[in-house]
T-cell receptor, first 111, second 120 residues
Framework: QSALTQPASVSASPGQSITISCTGTSGDVGGYNYVSWYQQHPGKAPKLVLYDVSNRPSGVSNRFSGSKSGNTASLTISGLQAEDEAEYYC???????????FGGGTKLTVL | QVQLMQSGAEVKKPGASVNVSCKASGYTFTRFAIHWVRQAPGQRLEWMGWINTGDGNTKYSQKFQGRVTITRDTVANTAYMELNSLTFEDTAVYYCARLGPGYTNGWAYWGQGTLFTVSS
């Protein structure tokens, strides 16, 4: 099955905003509003920061927002803080034989 | 509070099997499916399969079909993932995870991860 495509890395200074893209196909990202985003610090389990494209779980900062256009979903983090530095993964439900697929991850560096 | 507590790290030889447990607490175990996701060193997350903890039905990724078995014990509130015929490529951290309440997707709760290493 096809995995989702993310940029390998992004970087920005504290206080700035960044957007991470997650590109799939009409069989996954484009076909369902079932995209989720995870933050993962080294050696830790992933943490859900967005589900169903743009919904934030309780306790997640409103600096995290999500959107989708066609086959591409996006995660935006505004007002960057040092603790946002982490790996970010997108995931989508898919119509293929593996119901869920992940992106390759994006390393966010806060300069 | 919801917690998923996994068994500890293991080292196995190629061809062996490994069984990882995931004990749930803080909620009604049979109301939410348990998923298994793995992450090889430096690699992306990879969905392996899930179990409906209520009726025991399972679904596996085609990649692992025939090698993985997920079961649950509703008395012990524990899910298990067994992976057979291990190869070096199975060296990874294995996570159990659960959707958030009312979420269509989005694993809001994760175990701490279990590292197993395949080494000769």
């Amino acid at each position: 099955q096809s995995a989702l495509t993310q940029p390998a890395s992004v970087s920005a200074s504290p206080g700035q905003s960044i957007t991470i893209s997650c590109t799939g196909t009409s069989g996954d990202v484009g076909g369902y509003n079932y995209v989720s985003w995870y933050q993962q610090h080294p050696g830790k389990a992933p943490k859900l920061v967005l589900y169903d494209v743009s919904n934030r779980p309780s306790g997640v900062s409103n600096r995290f927002s999500g959107s989708k256009s066609g086959n591409t979903a996006s995660l935006t983090i505004s007002g960057l803080q040092a603790e946002d530095e982490a790996e970010y993964y997108c995931s989508s439900y898919t119509s293929e034989t593996i119901p869920w697929v992940f992106g390759g991850g994006t390393k966010l560096t806060v300069l | 509070q919801v917690q998923l507590m996994q068994s500890g790290a293991e080292v196995k030889k190629p061809g062996a099997s490994v069984n990882v447990s995931c004990k749930a607490s803080g909620y009604t175990f049979t109301r939410f499916a348990i998923h298994w996701v793995r992450q090889a060193p430096g690699q992306r997350l990879e969905w392996m399969g899930w179990i409906n903890t209520g009726d025991g039905n399972t679904k596996y990724s085609q990649k692992f079909q025939g090698r993985v078995t997920i079961t649950r014990d509703t008395v012990a509130n524990t899910a298990y993932m067994e992976l057979n015929s291990l190869t070096f490529e199975d060296t990874a951290v294995y996570y159990c995870a659960r959707l958030g309440p009312g979420y269509t997707n989005g694993w809001a709760y994760w175990g701490q991860g279990t590292l197993f290493t395949v080494s000769s």
